[in-house]
């Protein structure tokens, strides 16, 4: 991490000290684990808003550490929320992923994503960096350990034409039937018979982390959400059982989505 990081971890040291408290006792005073207080002090997991404002609200700090966070993410070329995730998705051992609109974004392929940011939002150049970012994230499914990924996705995914780029569902649905055959990597779809579901609130992914806690992310269209707190994450969590068991098997999954890549042949 860099010099900027460094201070403001620092500084989240010397108020524990200050008080006195050992890593477990801070943890249980802001509904934490002393291990999570660890890995934060040592750089291990980027402090999120959550845990911040657990940490001001709790020790009368006047949002000090709120607002610490979002000078640090000012200075950094990604929003603070997505550098925030980018750690946690390199660290974690297991993604849970459900995506309502889009393809899940590590398993994109380079014509799908630059498709997903078309519609005058992004100017090109904006476009290229996003691109590129998305695809060099990917790279953790490459590792010699990657981390498991459980993907779920509604069927109206793939069948939601790109219009102008022919080809460019063919293309897609064929990369996630190759990248399912993976050990580490299971795709779902939850076909269009299920009707309504607990998952048309939104996509979200849990990421479980190498010490057995989870963090939740979910996103609309003006910010994302990082949200770490237990009761939270359970309910998200919850959720996420919900809806992988609107969703088919892996093997009818795969059928489906070669059923719809012929689709788009033409």
């Not at 929320?81 to 380079?110: D, K, S």
């Amino acid at each position: 991490m860099g010099t900027v990081t460094d201070y403001v971890l620092e500084e989240l040291r010397l108020l524990r000290a200050e008080t006195g408290l050992s890593q477990d006792d801070f943890g249980r005073s802001i509904g934490y684990s002393g291990s999570h207080v660890s890995s934060v002090e040592t750089g291990g997991r980027p402090p999120t808003k959550e845990y911040m404002r657990a940490v001001d609200n709790h020790h009368r700090t006047g949002e000090r550490f709120q607002r610490m966070l979002e000078r640090l993410g000012r200075l950094d070329a990604e929003p603070a929320w997505l550098r925030e995730w980018i750690e946690f998705e390199r660290e974690a051992t297991t993604l849970r992923w459900f995506e309502l609109a889009y393809v899940p974004g590590l398993l994109q392929t380079e014509r799908y994503a630059r498709a997903t940011l078309a519609g005058g939002r992004f100017d090109a150049e904006d476009v290229d960096r996003i691109v590129a970012s998305r695809l060099e994230r990917q790279a953790i499914l490459r590792r010699p350990r990657p981390p498991q990924l459980i993907a779920v996705l509604d069927e109206a995914v793939l069948r939601r034409p790109v219009l102008d780029q022919p080809g460019l569902m063919v293309e897609q649905c064929e990369h996630l039937v190759e990248l399912a055959a993976a050990e580490h990597i299971q795709v779902h779809v939850v076909p269009v018979d299920a009707g309504m579901y607990l998952g048309m609130g939104g996509q979200f992914i849990i990421a479980e982390m190498p010490d057995g806690e989870r963090v939740t992310y979910a996103d609309n269209q003006l910010t994302a959400q990082i949200v770490d707190t237990s009761a939270d994450v359970a309910k998200l969590a919850k959720t996420w059982e919900i809806v992988r068991n609107e969703a088919l098997p892996r093997r009818p999954s795969i059928e489906l989505i070669k059923e719809v890549a012929k689709s788009w042949t033409p």
